[in-house]
């Protein structure tokens, strides 16, 4: 692998689809670079990788992985950092030790998860564990905000070829439910930490016998952050959860739930298990004992308690009796029997939601009907925004994609910022007593009365953070005109605090009249009353919902936000270009191993690329690079027109096939161009040999679909045999190996 000094672009090694895709794709890129003199190189920041990379010590000397992802956090804080990052695995605890197992059986010696660390080598392991699940990349590499926009080119294709829309009936029993009180909303309180509380900060937890225990220390607080406190009751919870079975079971509806276990990988894995007990609760009563025995999680979701309950046949035949008289659930997978409860990883709530409200909200049942559905999202800080959207287009019907207008998203996520970055500070309370957020100068910043499992949680805002976030969104907002809106609650805690620093600048720079300041709910409708109209709008909101309306927004307007755009502006100048999400990857990954046909479209790294180049000349003067840049989007224009991204069908055109004609559209957009000569000659030779071998590469595509393939892995493939399936074609591997030899 390359060091960083002979990278002038960071191409992220990921998992999944997106990476399957790079064994196509970057070929083509590193053949094109080099001809301007771009060197793109890889980091390994796969889900295995980073595991790999934690345990040296049980590893051969050829079997070690350097830390790439460390490596990375330290470029994306140089000014020079261009980094085009794929869709990584946000790894849940069942992803993670699917990962672990893999790997063990690939001769490497990785430690197992441990579930219950006793001794001190085992806590050493799950903190090591620990720190890899959930959304251990993203709030390392992102040093910048969120600017994510369809580009013009995909939306105008959106537009002219409109995706499907389920319909809306008024008479819909869909629904979002979420807790009346005593969640993280309710329970929410924050400051801006003053010059005198800056320092190492403590969370200290006393128990009603007066015994304290520190949970953190070293928590580090900087002049002007944001820093929040909040908790969610589980008592409260439990009854919320089994009113909604029962409100369920009486509307005849599915019930579905709705978080995020990958991203929020300390507190939303328990909610869910919260959930799994709550739906069979009966059973976990009366097999406690046995439950624990045989090391049952309800946090792993229902298919791991079935599993471990292979071998006792009489406590299946319960719980399958319990779930005949409870309400019908929400499926994931009909055919195999996989609900919304099996796996917690499986149900991503910025993916899952969205594909409700587009279908019309309904859901599938055990049967493969559509039915409405109960969709239960605990906690209210965003809830509002789902419930409103179902609420509107109940009222309105469904969003007509062909005349929308666009939501872009400018999004504050540096620096770890808000609930994203609050895994190392949340904690389930192990009996009940009083947590206290402590300053260095020993006064108390916050303090919860807690209960026995309820989940506390604090996050860190930066100023600096806060204000680049603000300069972009103001940036964005003069360069487009658009509709502009700040996603902010004045009755919510922590959004009270931004505004202190959002409303001096917008009347300092006399822009009050082109920003609303709306909460969530509101700015919702709104928002959708706009792009009805055709009108764009620009969402500039926190972390958590930068996440959720670039799904929710992409797929109503796209179908997909596979497709976005997104330009993180990193704060001391560089660049990270993302290139959409990666939330149907695994079933792309099955159908390429059955069928050998990969159906991820990766508009996303043309777009992505297109981007990082024309960053990389403006930041070099590397001027072959703006050329190639400038190619390589007339090359996504053209793809979009042409109609080359992928099919879902065998037999038809696939990830591979758009490659190759992204390719032919670079080359032939080189070989037009007039700003260099050398350039359009050597171009012109590749494009004619792209153009006239068109039948024959197409055939060769063609013809390697339909049969199962061996990649190696699935969290870590061979590359070999990842290489041999992703460029199945000799004809264009040849042309390719030939543009940089030349």
Avoid at 425 to 446: Q, Y
Avoid at 461 to 482: F, G
Avoid at 641 to 662: I, L
Avoid at 724 to 733: E, G, H
Wanted: aromatic fraction near 8%; charge should be negative.
């Amino acid at each position: 692998m390359s060091s960083k000094e002979e990278m002038d672009i960071v191409y992220t090694i990921v998992d999944e689809a997106p990476e399957l895709a790079s064994g196509s794709f970057l070929p083509i890129i590193k053949a094109f670079s080099a001809i301007g003199h771009i060197k793109v190189g890889s980091q390994d920041i796969s889900l295995a990788g980073r595991i790999l990379s934690a345990f040296p010590e049980y590893l051969t000397d050829t079997q070690c992985q350097s830390d790439d992802l460390n490596k990375l956090s330290e470029v994306v804080k140089q000014s020079s950092a261009n980094v085009i990052k794929l869709p990584n695995i946000s790894a849940s605890i069942p992803q993670l030790k699917a990962a672990i197992d893999e790997l063990q059986q690939q001769g490497f010696a990785v430690p197992d998860y441990p579930d219950a660390p006793n001794s001190e080598t085992e806590k050493n392991v799950r903190s090591k564990y620990d720190s890899i699940k959930g959304s251990a990349v993203n709030p390392v590499l992102r040093e910048g905000n969120s600017d994510r926009r369809a580009a013009k080119a995909v939306k105008e294709y959106a537009k002219a070829n409109p995706h499907s829309m389920g319909v809306w009936e008024k008479t819909s029993k869909t629904h979002v439910s979420s807790m009346s009180g005593n969640d993280f909303y309710a329970n929410e309180r924050s400051i801006i930490v003053s010059p005198t509380q800056v320092g190492a900060a403590q969370i200290v937890f006393m128990n009603i016998e007066g015994e304290t225990t520190t949970l953190k220390d070293q928590v580090t607080l900087s002049e002007g952050a944001v820093v929040d406190a909040t908790f969610l009751s589980v008592k409260a919870l439990k009854e919320f959860f089994k009113n909604e079975i029962d409100d369920a079971k009486q509307e005849n509806i599915l019930f579905s739930l709705h978080l995020k276990a990958t991203m929020m990988k300390v507190s939303d894995p328990i909610l869910f298990g919260h959930a799994v007990t709550s739906f069979i609760s009966p059973i976990f009563d009366k097999y406690s004992e046995k439950f624990q025995q045989l090391g049952i999680n309800p946090n792993a979701g229902l298919g791991d308690v079935l599993s471990r309950l292979a071998t006792e046949p009489e406590v299946l035949n319960e719980i399958h009796e319990i779930l005949m008289v409870r309400p019908d659930l929400y499926m994931v997978d009909s055919d195999k029997g996989i609900t919304n409860l099996h796996v917690p990883s499986d149900v991503i709530i910025d993916a899952s939601m969205p594909a409700v409200i587009r279908a019309g909200g309904k859901g599938w049942d055990s049967d493969g009907k559509e039915r409405d559905v109960k969709c239960v999202i605990p906690d209210n800080c965003y809830a509002p925004v789902y419930d409103e959207t179902i609420n509107y287009f109940r009222e309105t019907g469904a969003l007509d994609p062909s005349s929308s207008g666009a939501v872009a998203n400018v999004g504050l996520m540096a620096q770890k910022a808000e609930e994203y970055g609050s895994h190392p500070t949340t904690f389930e309370m192990p009996s009940a007593g009083t947590i206290t957020m402590v300053a260095a100068n020993g006064g108390v910043l916050h303090e919860h009365r807690v209960e026995t499992g309820d989940i506390w949680r604090s996050s860190i805002t930066q100023k600096a953070a806060i204000e680049d976030w603000i300069k972009l969104a103001l940036s964005r907002q003069r360069a487009t005109s658009s509709h502009a809106v700040f996603w902010l609650d004045r009755a919510r805690a922590h959004d009270a605090q931004l505004l202190a620093y959002v409303e001096p600048v917008l009347k300092k720079e006399k822009l009050t009249d082109r920003f609303h300041i709306l909460a969530p709910r509101e700015a919702t409708r709104v928002t959708l009353e706009t792009i009805r109209k055709g009108r764009d709008s620009i969402a500039i909101t926190g972390n958590v919902l930068r996440d959720y309306l670039t799904d929710l927004f992409p797929i109503l307007e796209l179908g997909t936000s596979a497709k976005m755009l997104s330009i993180v502006k990193l704060m001391n100048g560089g660049g990270l270009f993302e290139t959409g999400a990666g939330g149907s990857a695994p079933k792309h990954v099955q159908q390429l191993l059955s069928e050998n046909h990969l159906r991820w479209d990766s508009l996303g790294e043309f777009c992505a690329l297109g981007e990082s180049l024309m960053f990389y000349a403006e930041t070099s003067g590397n001027q072959y690079a703006k050329i190639l840049g400038q190619a390589a989007e007339v090359a996504t224009q053209k793809i979009l027109d042409n109609n080359r991204s992928p099919s879902r069908k065998v037999g038809e055109a696939d990830n591979r096939e758009s490659h190759y004609y992204f390719a032919m559209y670079w080359a032939e957009a080189l070989a037009q161009q007039l700003d260099n000569e050398g350039i359009a000659v050597r171009f012109k030779e590749v494009f004619d040999q792209l153009s006239k071998n068109e039948d024959a590469i197409i055939a060769e595509f063609r013809g390697a679909q339909g049969v199962p393939v061996d990649i190696g892995g699935y969290y870590h493939p061979d590359t070999n045999k990842v290489s041999s399936v992703m460029r199945p074609s000799s004809t264009l591997n040849e042309i390719i190996s030939g543009i940089q030899t030349t």
